[in-house]
């Protein structure tokens, strides 16, 4: 344990604190965001910190920062590009936890080709006027901030006339309607603007540079797989308040753990069904086990060099690759155990409908964050070095560019 964050801990850890005391004390302290400038509530220390004190902070026994879009997309975003307006606004109530953000990218002709996008947001008497749809918006539903893109010149190569804001969610122009996955929970949502309203100075980075300060977004939402789990519960009102907070703030997504495939189940799953002799079994479990120590490896890899002070790599596109690899061939070895049965839901079904529920959810995985695809063009053109998929549609105005009738009209 690192002797600081001990001595910190010691003196200032009270389980009897309500869980919005206590996270803003902790983000008070630094330690909360500890690889965070010190000017922005951290202590400026080094990236491989960062696991290390939460390691730390739950072996104390102590309550960590919030999860989600706010700690993983929004903060890193707003740090590298926010003006201080915007970081002095946004940073120390998304730390503290009272403020939950969601990721408006995607529209319903535009997610692998998100630069297509054709959501307008014009400046009218002082302030941006939003119209358009977005879609796949995990956690829409319950945000009081969302992390906008929107077409602010369609005079502009494609690229170049995006804008990036902060929106806030809380208001009549903005209609949120949730979607049902077909593993029966709803996460994410559609998301309608009509004249939805952002003070003018709610940009980040450039007016027009917007897909710079997303690119930034997308890396860091390739480098980061949300648990979805809070882990041990202790005694105390902090931890009742935490898991109240998980059981029902964090209810949606409780299927993250089965996205990933759940490779920790598989050699008791195997046990417990009688099929660790099984030939086929074995290859799959092997195959599955074996391609999850490797994407560990990789990410181990990444990590250190990090450690290093090295800039990001392709790390995150092949990490991402990877847990998609990881999470179908554990499905695939959930499969043959548990065999036709694995199709029971709920508690008729193996492991209580877990093993169900995974084969239901690993598909999310290779497509949320960028597709399979998209990542392997990534690593294609810039780790290979091989050429780029011709593009017609990059240099000439936005406007000019041949869509589907329904972007046509706009
Ligand atoms: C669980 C989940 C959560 C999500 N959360 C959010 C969120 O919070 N906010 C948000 O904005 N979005 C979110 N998304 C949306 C996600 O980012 C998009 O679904 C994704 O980018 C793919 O876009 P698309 O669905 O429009 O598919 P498309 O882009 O239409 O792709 C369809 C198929 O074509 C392939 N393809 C497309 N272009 C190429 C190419 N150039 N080369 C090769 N193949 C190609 C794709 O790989 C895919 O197989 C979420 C999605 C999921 C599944």
């Known amino acids: 344990m690192n002797p600081e964050l001990q001595e910190w801990l010691d003196a200032n850890w009270d389980p009897e604190l309500s869980l919005l005391e206590w996270r803003t004390r902790l983000a008070a302290s630094g330690w909360a965001c500890p690889t965070w400038p010190r000017e922005w509530g951290g202590r400026d220390l080094p990236a491989s910190a960062a696991s290390a004190v939460s390691a730390d902070l739950a072996a104390y026994g102590a309550v960590g920062p919030p999860e989600g879009v706010g700690m993983h997309l929004a903060a890193p975003t707003l740090l590298e590009h926010g003006s201080d307006d915007l970081k002095r606004t946004y940073l120390p109530p998304t730390v503290s936890g009272e403020l939950s953000w969601c990721q408006l990218f995607s529209e319903p002709g535009a997610g692998s080709d998100l ?93 027009g540079g917007g897909w710079s300060v997303a690119l930034t977004t997308l890396s860091h939402e390739r480098r980061v797989a949300p648990t979805g789990s809070i882990g041990q519960a202790r005694p105390g009102r902090v931890w009742r308040e935490a898991l109240d907070e998980a ?106 409908g877990i093993i169900a529920e995974i084969l239901l959810s690993v598909p999310a995985v290779s497509i949320a964050g960028g597709t399979d695809e998209v990542q392997r063009n990534i690593l294609s053109e810039r ?16 406007r000019d560019v041949l869509k589907n009738p329904e972007g046509r009209r706009r």
């Not at 977005?134 to 010149?153: E, Q």
């Open 115 to 207: 630069a297509g996008l054709t959501t307008r947001a014009e400046l009218a008497d002082g302030e941006w006027v939003v119209s358009g749809q977005k879609v796949w918006n995990t956690s829409a539903h319950h945000a009081d901030v969302g992390l906008l893109i929107a077409r602010t010149d369609f005079d502009a190569p494609k690229h170049r006339g995006l804008t990036y804001f902060v929106l806030p969610m809380r208001q009549s122009g903005i209609e949120v309607r949730p979607l049902r996955q077909m593993n029966g929970h709803a996460s994410f949502n559609e998301v309608f603007l009509d004249a939805a309203r952002i003070p003018a100075d709610h940009v980040v980075g450039e007016v």
């Open 247 to 352: 059981l029902h703030l964090r209810a949606p997504y409780k299927w993250y753990p089965q996205r990933a495939g759940r490779v920790d189940l598989l050699v008791p799953q195997a046990q417990a069904a009688g099929v660790t002799n099984n030939p086929t079994v074995r290859q799959e479990l092997a195959r599955a086990i074996a391609l999850a120590w490797t994407a560990r490896w990789t990410a181990q890899r990444a990590a250190a060099a990090r450690k290093l002070g090295r800039p990001p790599g392709p790390e995150g596109s092949l990490g991402k690759l990877a847990s998609s690899n990881v999470a179908r061939a554990a499905a695939r070895a959930h499969a043959a155990i548990a065999g036709a049965s694995a199709m029971l839901a709920g508690s008729d079904g193996p492991a209580d």
């Open 383 to 398: 780790i290979l070095g091989l050429p780029k998929d011709p593009t017609l549609d990059s240099s000439i105005p936005f």
